[in-house]
């Protein structure tokens, strides 16, 4: 009998915890596992799960709404206990730190192992006075951890760190094998949400002074709207650089393969992240690339400096000119760059990581035997 995993977060949303999760349950089921996805709420616009992968809705019922924080914070402890009673899967994942909580809250006293994930910088997303009091509490609980950087790693206490992995995310196939192309644009490229954490009006500001260099290049940003008041920023930059005509803000894109693949160079200017999905992609796709070496070191974990990219200190802007420049100006390093960035697909296609999680997970599987 195959095993039956549960996969446990907010939503699937387009973001990066929910990309892996849909990633890895898509990889799970195709390999013959039981596999459920069990959200609190659906979003408007999510990642698609195949057929063979089981959604479901463990979030607040009908009316629930109306009642006060603390009772829903309790019903969706409630309600997400009671689908493990029914389901009794063989472990449970959640990802993200309420889904973190949840479930292991929920997974008190039954007997299931709990595989826990921290996707994203935990300095300053995991230290308000909630955490403090939760994690000392229920994260001894878990019976794993996975890691995306030795940086999100350390921030924990030993005990959850000896019993944790380092797995990077993994890069979709449709990055992988991408011919490289005869000839590359002069465009400079970027790809994420536009959101502020993101520091894309750096980009904007110093992708200014690289056109006064080199007026034949051009800015293209590929993303969607966050909602956060960073698109209305960006668009005020261009109008007051009078930039319209070289800086572009594109909207989301399901094709980037394609719109990225011939690009000059791709600039990151993360001021945090966990692990950049678009940074792996840029690097699968073999593109020379600068990037900020933002906490919690997820661009140092899958790149090397001077070796298959340039890193930079986060909110440098000058930094930031310099490296674009540089790339622009020599070409054989950048071809050099991006042609070592390829080998990110060696370590983190999508079987090779699944099989990294599959591995962890029947170790822990097994010690509940």
């Known amino acids: 009998m195959a095993r ?9 949303e387009q973001g990066g915890a929910e990309r892996v999760v849909t990633n890895l349950a898509n990889r799970f089921a195709s390999e013959g596992y039981q596999v459920i996805i069990a959200t609190e709420w659906y979003g408007e616009n999510e990642f698609q799960i195949d057929s063979e992968v089981r959604r ?24 997400l206990r009671q689908f493990i009673k029914e389901e009794k899967p063989d472990i449970l994942i959640p990802f993200a730190r309420k889904a973190l909580y949840r479930g292991l809250t929920a997974a008190y006293f039954i007997k299931i192992p709990v595989l826990i994930s921290v996707r994203t910088d935990p300095a300053g997303h995991y230290e308000e006075r909630s955490d403090k009091i939760q994690i000392p509490i229920l994260f001894p609980r878990a019976d794993g951890c996975v890691f995306q950087t030795e940086g999100a790693k350390e921030f924990f206490a030993p005990r959850l760190q000896d019993n944790s ?35 894309q009006p750096m980009l904007i500001r110093a992708f200014v002074k690289v ?46 393969e394609k719109d990225l693949a011939d690009a000059a160079l791709f600039a990151f200017t993360s001021d945090w992240e966990g692990l950049p999905n678009a940074l792996m992609e840029a ?10 070496d933002c906490p919690c070191g997820g661009p140092r974990t899958i790149m090397t400096h001077e070796v298959d990219g340039l890193l930079i200190p986060i909110k440098d802007e000058q930094a930031l000119v310099d490296g674009i420049n540089r790339l622009i100006e020599n070409p054989e390093l950048a071809n050099r760059l991006g042609g070592q960035a390829r080998e990110i697909a060696k370590r983190a296609n999508g079987q090779a990581v699944f099989e990294q999680w599959r591995d962890y997970i029947e170790e822990l599987c097994a010690q509940y035997k």
């Open 4 to 12: 039956k995993i549960v996969f446990h977060l907010n939503c699937l």
């Open 56 to 79: 479901v809705h463990v979030g607040l019922r009908e009316g629930d709404e109306k009642k006060n924080h603390i009772i829903q914070f309790l019903l969706r402890i409630k309600y």
């Open 165 to 199: 992995r380092i797995i990077l995310n993994p890069i979709n196939d449709k990055y992988i094998g991408v011919p490289e192309p005869e000839e590359r644009s002069k465009t400079v490229v970027q790809s994420g949400r536009l959101v502020d954490f993101k520091n």
């Open 211 to 256: 056109h006064e260099k080199h007026p034949d290049y051009d800015l293209k940003i590929y993303g969607g709207d966050s909602y956060d008041g960073t698109k209305e920023i960006l668009e005020d930059l261009i109008r007051q650089n009078g930039a319209q005509d070289y800086i572009h803000l594109m909207g989301a894109s399901d094709s980037l």
């Open 283 to 292: 690097m699968a796709l073999g593109l020379p690339i600068v990037a900020t």
